[in-house]
């Protein structure tokens, strides 16, 4: 399904990609960030603080990180303070590269089983197809917030994959 070097391609672009959003939404007022913006998770600054929130659920399977002690209702709000949220992000970002960079295609083949909160059920599934939804997820999320951030007047950098500099 996938490979090592898609993983390792997919972590460098979500470090690109949050570097890109999060310096736009640095020129924004607080106020504006945590505005109601219509989107799932509500505004900007709730919409990252869910991502991250994903982010670190995910990864508490592929590598061991403590995993949040909170649900998807309150995922939005899970980090309050920017400073903090935008600390946390660029750690677990460096992190993710770090995963990707010892990540085997054995690994990638086998399976993962955990307990779906979402599910409320035990899942197994390829573990191919998580990682693959780490990812997905993220630009899905990213794209709400890109949309956000240009409604509130800031002006986000290019998003497209292909152009995805060497980053690391």
């Keep these: 399904m996938i490979t090592v070097k898609f ?7 979500n470090l690109w990609q949050n570097k890109n959003l ?13 505005s109601e913006r219509g989107a ?7 919409t990252f603080s869910h991502l991250f929130w994903a982010d670190s ?19 939005a709000g899970w980090i309050e303070g ?9 750690i677990a970002d460096a992190d993710i590269i770090k995963w990707s960079d010892r990540v085997s295609d054995a690994e990638l083949a086998g399976d993962l089983a955990w307990h779906s909160g979402a599910l409320g059920r ?3 599934k390829p573990r191919a197809l998580c990682v693959s939804h780490l990812f997905n997820h993220q630009t899905h999320h990213r794209g709400q917030a890109h949309a956000m951030l240009t409604a509130a007047g800031a002006t986000p950098g ?8 060497d980053l690391v």
């Excluded at 799932?40 to 709730?46: E, R, T, V």
């Excluded at 995910?58 to 649900?71: E, L, N, Q, V």
């Excluded at 920017?82 to 660029?90: E, G, H, I, K």
């Design 122 to 124: 035990e899942v197994i």
């Design 82 to 90: 920017w400073a903090d949220l935008v600390s946390r992000r660029r």
């Design 158 to 165: 290019d998003t497209d994959l292909f152009i995805l500099p």
């Design 22 to 34: 999060f310096d736009a939404a640095d020129g924004l007022s607080d106020a504006d960030r945590r």
């Design 57 to 75: 659920v995910w990864m508490s399977r592929f590598d061991g990180w403590a995993k949040p002690a909170i649900g998807i209702p309150e995922s």
């Design 7 to 13: 993983v390792r391609t997919m972590a460098r672009y």
């Design 40 to 46: 799932h998770f509500g505004s900007i600054h709730g």
